[in-house]
């Protein structure tokens, strides 16, 4: 058994000033950090890009001036990352790698600098693999290197971080990590988008660790790292008898030595279980299953206040999520040949409970500290008394005329009282509800209201009956238990009050409202007065529905709602914060009315846009849309995406639910063939569109000829009424609420439905959103009211059965037509789109005369350039199996897997090049299943006696060759 120990470094009996600390790490102290980075060819393009992007991001927010070395098969020493930022220019990759040139280069580096005595930082970042990987000179600069960080262990530390990225040796990496005087970390990715936030990572890292050695009287000493200058936190060995220690020492990165007193911790709660949890990486299977049995025992709700709580979830999820990862590695690992991937993910994942912790500081800290910032630069307590000041004397007789009606039962104080002794007292109703976790994230959905109250009590009355409350918990901010115990009286027998919302009463009193409206909020959601965020003035309204849903009709609760509704309505016409929402606030309410699709990741309430309705007097002509949003949520809920079921709806849409046959017979039509519309940039343009969409057809190079077709069918404009009406469902009790409340007839919607309208809104539901599965980009452009039959007609019609054969494609003018096409395109997407289009088994004479011809052109330099894409990212397009939009990386062929990331081609595809001359090879295939193969065959026999043609394989990665 380990023991946890977690040590306070702001504790007040130390002399360690953990403020002074902050600072120093903050800034960077005197830390050099030396940025390697790879330029080998397999870098070129989008992960030398990103990471130049990264690295100008990062010195324009550090404005420290680190140095850059860049290596291929040589080291350049004489960039920083401030001459990049400033150049404009991307680094650019080419050639092959070779380690021994940047160990080298480290080596003379750290020899120079070493009377400096400075904290030494690598972040070493490679694609690839050595060229010669067992190589002397390989091997003689890494013992160089470690002869001289042998010398260096008394000066202050050095450390290599390495970040790994596609085809890489997992040993060779961890060798890296471990070179210098202290061990670095390890970050590892396949998609060079990801490379971003690996250098992110590594520099937030670099910047704030502190580590500590921690020494026990009885000669034990531990070494423990720390970002956040508050705890240090470890776990001791195995066995460790820690009863009879009394105290420790504690010595810093700075040898700043502090004595602490060691006890047992007496309130353990989950963030301390979780801080223990984290530290252990689990070494096989057995150990991830009892760790996620450990966890499932941890009540994560135990928490201290709104901080610790969002911590404690999210470490919660970080580690339940590692565990996983682990499960899935662990067994891969039992497979006979355990692919290279799998090491290195396996180390990665080791290490990333360090960057979890930094990159949640920085969650955390965000909304508190950002709230925290906003009450202290704003004078609120000013701005509320100069309200005060300028209430005038009739103003003052007006708000005391009010003083029957609202009186707080606490204090016994009205309205006129309370207003006159405090400039920040306000008046509210209580309230009883019930809060889950998801409260945080999405107020909406984790606040429910439990039961409305009589209760009129000032917000201090009820904040000062709340603390007293809570100091008789013994877990502050227990969610779980919170509804049972944590709660004050109301006004009536058995009334529960744990939330209060303000009440308008009269303008005076609403400004008060309106200043203080982020402590309310927070406090309502989250029971912490810094816990505002702007999507609680939505949930609010969400809120005014169950209090509406609960009314008692009583001429009192009317009066009250009156009150309430006002702030609601106050809100939403006056709010930054509701506007600019980023979900269900104004702009999905004007998707709504425009019945545009709301894409969320979070169902939207549709209470929300029928309080906005109501709230701004206009309830009638939002009854109809949100009743449209109804059905389309519930039909999303109901039908599997692309099921059977739902292509009989759509088709019953648009057809009819009797549908008739339109004839057909086989053709040779080329009406789209190229004849007219023959620039470039036009066929390219059609060519782009069939590589996005497949059922977009592009321009016809060669004759096509439809040999099988199913036949069509009848598009039926005409309403099918009783069809129709099938789809509708009942009315829900929500919007049936709303109905009875306004005194609007039940009925309304059905006779205010627009079938035509209506049929509309099905098809958008039904074969967009759910068969179809459209993207987010695709639901900005729907089809319009009246083409939306012909087309969904047009594409389900491409979706039958349809036989396509290109005639004569063995002809050499067909065949140089096509290939002149594709090799003179401006774009990767054009490209792509007349590959998959004319080659889509990726062999045949118009894929071998693409190929050769890019293969022969590959190291051919600038001159090669078509538009903005040049033969060889052709090439390497063909290649990885992919190429980068402006959206994402797509792939070209469906049934070819993606090389995410290559190492150096460059002698490879020479020897290929010199392969296809020697051999006379005229055929190509490709393939990649693991390995990327290039099948070859010779067709040309000089010995007519010989019949079989003679097949080779080459391998571009792994490289080799061989005949079959």
Request: proline residues 3%; negative net charge; hydrophobic residues 35%.
């Amino acid at each position: 058994q380990q023991n946890y120990v977690e040590i306070k470094l702001s504790h007040p009996e130390g002399t360690y000033d953990a403020t002074n600390a902050a600072v120093a790490a903050a800034a960077g102290g005197d830390l050099d950090i030396v940025c390697c980075v790879d330029v080998s060819g397999s870098m070129a393009g989008s992960p030398i890009n990103n990471v130049c992007e990264v690295l100008r991001d990062i010195y324009e927010r550090t404005q420290k001036d680190y140095h850059l070395f860049t290596y291929n098969t040589q080291t350049d020493v004489n960039r920083t990352l401030k001459t990049l930022a400033e150049r404009n220019e991307n680094l650019q990759g080419s050639g092959g790698t070779s380690f021994a040139c940047i160990f080298t280069a480290i080596k003379d580096y750290l020899l120079q600098n070493a009377s400096a005595k400075k904290p030494i930082t690598f972040i070493f970042m490679t694609d690839g693999q050595d060229n010669e990987p067992n190589g002397p000179a390989l091997q003689k600069s890494i013992q160089m290197l470690k002869l001289i960080l042998s010398g260096m262990t008394n000066l202050p530390p050095i450390t290599f971080h390495v970040i790994g990225f596609g085809e890489v040796n997992d040993a060779f990496l961890n060798q890296i990590r471990t070179f210098g005087t202290r061990q670095g970390l390890f970050r590892y990715s396949t998609e060079s988008k990801e490379l971003q936030n690996n250098f992110n990572d590594m520099f937030e890292y670099a910047l704030t660790v502190r580590q500590f050695t921690i020494k026990f009287p009885n000669g034990k000493t531990y070494t423990a790292n720390n970002i956040d200058n508050e705890t240090v936190g470890f776990l001791t060995n195995e066995g460790d008898d820690l009863s009879a220690i009394a105290e420790l020492t504690l010595i810093d990165d700075k040898t700043t030595t502090t004595q602490f007193p060691l006890q047992p911790m007496k309130d353990i709660r989950a963030i301390h279980r979780l801080h223990a949890l984290n530290l252990i990486q689990p070494e096989n299977e057995e150990q991830v299953k009892s760790i996620q049995t450990y966890l499932n025992d941890i009540q994560i709700t135990n928490s201290k206040n709104f901080a610790e709580r969002l911590e404690t979830e999210q470490i919660y999820k970080e580690i339940d999520q590692r565990m996983m990862e682990y499960r899935e590695l662990f067994t891969q690992l039992k497979m006979t040949q355990v692919p290279e991937r799998v090491k290195l993910q396996l180390s990665a994942l080791r290490h990333d409970p360090i960057f979890a912790n930094t990159q949640r500081k920085k969650k955390l800290d965000l909304r508190v500290n950002r709230n925290v910032d906003y009450f202290k630069k704003t004078d609120i307590s000013g701005i509320l008394q100069g309200y005060k000041v300028s209430i005038t004397p009739d103003t003052w007789e007006e708000i005391k005329k009010q003083k029957q009606d609202w009186v707080d039962i606490y204090s016994n104080e009205d309205i006129y009282e309370i207003m006159r002794k405090s400039s920040d007292n306000i008046l509210c109703l209580g309230i009883f509800v019930q809060r889950d976790e998801e409260v945080i994230t999405n107020p909406v959905k984790g606040l429910k209201l439990v039961k409305a109250t009589n209760t009129i009590i000032s917000y201090d009355s009820f904040i000062n009956g709340m603390n007293l409350a809570k100091s008789n918990q013994r877990a502050q901010g227990q969610f779980t238990t919170l509804n049972d115990h944590y709660s004050i009286a109301g006004a009536l027998a058995n009334e529960q009050i744990n939330a209060v919302i303000p009440l308008y009463i009269n303008d005076e009193h609403m400004k008060r409202i309106r200043i203080l409206e982020g402590i309310w909020l927070g406090y309502l959601y989250t029971l912490d007065s810094y816990g505002y965020d702007r999507q609680q003035e939505v949930a609010l309204l969400k809120l005014l529905y169950e209090i509406i849903q609960q009314r008692t009709k009583t001429d009192r609760q009317k009066q009250v709602l009156t009150e309430l509704e006002k702030v609601c309505r106050f809100i939403i016409d006056e709010s930054q914060g509701f506007k600019n929402a980023e979900q269900f606030g104004e702009k999905t309410y004007d998707k709504l009315l425009k019945r545009l699709p709301i894409v969320n990741t979070q169902e939207y309430d549709l209470s929300i846009p029928l309080m906005i309705g109501y709230l701004r007097n206009d309830l009638k002509s939002v009854l109809v849309p949100i009743y449209y949003e109804y059905l389309r949520q519930e039909y999303l809920k109901k039908y599997p995406k692309n099921s059977a079921t739902v292509k009989t709806i759509v088709e019953n849409l648009v057809y009819g639910s009797n549908a008739k046959q339109l004839p057909t017979t086989s053709s040779t039509d080329n009406s789209n063939t190229l004849t007219n519309n023959n620039l470039p940039d036009y066929i390219e343009r059609s060519f782009i569109n069939y590589f996005h969409d497949e059922l977009s057809q592009p321009i016809q190079l060669t004759p096509e000829k439809i040999t099988k077709e199913t036949p069509k069918l009848m598009v039926h404009k005409e309403i099918e009424l009783n069809y129709i009406k099938s789809l509708l469902l009942p009315l829900p009790d929500f919007i049936r609420t709303m109905l009875n409340y306004c005194k609007i007839d039940e009925d309304y919607i059905e006779k205010h439905l627009d079938y035509d309208t209506l049929r509309y809104e099905l098809l958008i539901t039904f074969y967009y959103l759910i068969y179809s599965d459209t993207n987010s980009g695709g639901l900005l452009n729907l089809s319009k009211k009246e083409e939306i039959l012909y087309i969904i007609d047009g594409r389900l019609q491409s979706e039958k059965v349809r036989v396509v054969a290109h005639e004569d494609m063995e002809s050499v003018h067909l065949v140089r037509l096509v290939s002149h096409a594709a090799l003179n395109c401006k774009t990767l997407e054009g490209f792509a789109g007349v590959m998959r289009k004319y080659c889509p088994n990726r062999r045949g004479p118009i894929f071998s005369e693409v190929f050769i011809r890019l293969v022969e052109a590959y190291d051919q330099g600038d001159g090669d350039t078509v538009g903005t894409a040049t033969k060889k990212e052709r090439l390497m397009a063909l290649l990885k199996n992919q190429i980068s939009t402006t959206t994402a990386t797509k792939v070209i062929y469906e049934d070819m897997d993606q090389c995410h990331s290559l190492p150096s081609l460059d002698d490879a595809l020479k020897s290929l090049r010199r392969f296809i001359d020697e051999k006379e090879i005229e055929e190509i295939g490709l393939q990649n299943r693991g390995r990327l193969v290039v099948y070859c065959r010779r067709t040309r026999m000089e010995d007519r006696q010989c019949r079989r043609k003679r097949n080779y394989r080459f391998f571009l990665y792994p490289f080799y060759e061989d005949s079959f």
